[in-house]
């Protein structure tokens, strides 16, 4: 029994000095293995701070380059790159602007380039120089030629003068002629006047013809002076609105019409005093111009035209031929239209007045003296201009009558061009700027208020003319 114990014993103590053995045995491969790779690390270390020293050393010699080169060190590789292609381009390109080969450049071969270039200039400007040389000889010879010209000038001047007293002797000669044929138009100076007694008994049988015609003309004159009594304003015309605010001083005013009445931007209006309420024998103290529309009974318009003394204010009448309060009128233009007495036609200009305000011009006479369109009883006026002659239009008289006998029948009332212009308050082609199919409202408007130098436009108060 106790060698049995002992074997067990013998055999625990063999697998014990086994382990330890194995045990020893592992930590030793262990320990190697650990001091390799301390060993392998160190000199991976070594090796890591050696290439970061070259890297240190490579980035300060790129810096020092960039410096030498003209940039600074932190300018990066492409913007140096860039800066070197158009220092190229710049200094190496040649004079028909061909570019370099960027690839075979370095900053080394750029002085050579320009050293070449610069020898290249010598030589042109050696050349310009033979040039300069030539032309200066030339310069030279023309002004010795030119000196030449004028030594011949003054010989013929010479000449001239001797021509000219040849001449002046020549004159005298025929000075005495000439009076030698004076008097002997002095001597048939008698005969001709009897010639004149004949002409003055023929003037006489034709001032006779003359008082004839002239009694013809004063008859006509009668007949003319009651054809302008029938033009004067009806007392059926009376005032399309009135002033509801008055600024003299800014010439803005406001009317009591708007978008309702069919009342449109740049249409004109006269000024009436208050209380005008026939516009018979009267005249207009003021002309006025629609700019804007504000509401529907309400617009603002600016004097075109007034008098200092007589100021356009609140509850003054306005009055225009060409428009009525919601309605389009129609109109009638025959003979000559001289708006402005320059002895042109304005017929174009009448036209864009009226449609300009919404009216309508529906009969005429074109350049041929042919009517064109029909008068109707709808047309409120036959809008008269110059009566034509034969001499200046027979087709123009034959059609200046025919459309004021139909303008009777009808029962429209006929009246002079330049009443109708003032009644329509028009001041003068300047004055106006005509709307179009392009033409922008507001930006009209803001021309305007820039004219008018800083006048902060307000809406009327009550009826204060200030």
Known sequence: MASRDNQGLHISLILLVMM????????????????????????????????????????????????????????????????FANDVASFVADENGTPADIQAMSYRKIPVELRNKYATLEQQLASAREQVNTITAERDAARAEKASSVAQAISAKDDAEAKLRKLTADA?????????????????????????????????????????????????????????????????DRPDG???????????????????????????FS??????????????????????????????????????????????????????????????IVGLIDIDRDGKDDSETLRDIIETAGGQVVAYVDGKGDIKGNLTPEVRYLILGDRPTDRTSEGGLKAYTEMSETARNNGIEAIRVDQFIQWAGYVGAEELVRLNSG?????????????????????PTGNSAF
């Open 20 to 83: 330890v053995l194995g045990l020893g045995i592992v930590a030793g491969v262990f320990y190697n293995a650990n001091a390799k790779a301390q060993a392998d690390a160190k000199q991976a270390n070594n090796a890591a701070q050696t290439a970061q020293s070259s890297q240190r050393e490579a980035m300060t010699n790129l810096n020092r380059l960039k410096v030498m080169i003209g940039h600074t060190e932190e300018t990066s590789m492409e913007e140096v790159e860039t800066q």
């Open 439 to 459: 033409s922008r409202l507001e930006e009209i408007e803001a021309a305007k208020e820039k004219e008018q130098a800083g006048f902060q436009k307000r809406r």
């Open 172 to 236: 005298q000669t025929e000075r005495t002629s000439l009076q030698n044929q004076q008097k002997e138009v002095l001597a048939a100076k008698a005969g001709i006047e009897g010639k004149v007694a004949q002409v003055q008994a023929t003037a006489a049988s034709e001032q006779a013809a003359l008082n004839k015609t002239i009694n013809e003309q004063q008859q006509r004159i009668v007949g003319l002076l009651k054809i302008t009594e029938d033009l004067k304003p009806k007392t059926g």
């Open 271 to 332: 000024v009436y005093p208050f209380g005008q309420e026939s516009l018979v024998d009267s005249k207009p103290k003021a002309m006025i111009e629609i700019t804007r529309i504000h509401s529907g009974n309400q617009a603002e318009a600016r004097i075109t035209q007034s008098d200092v003394g007589d100021p356009v204010m609140p509850g003054d009448a306005i009055f225009t031929p060409i428009w009525t309060p919601g309605r389009s009128e129609k109109f009638a």
């Open 242 to 268: 009135k002033i509801v605010w008055s600024n003299p001083r800014n010439k803005t005013v406001w009317v009591n019409l708007g978008s309702s009445d069919m009342l449109r931007p740049q249409m004109t």
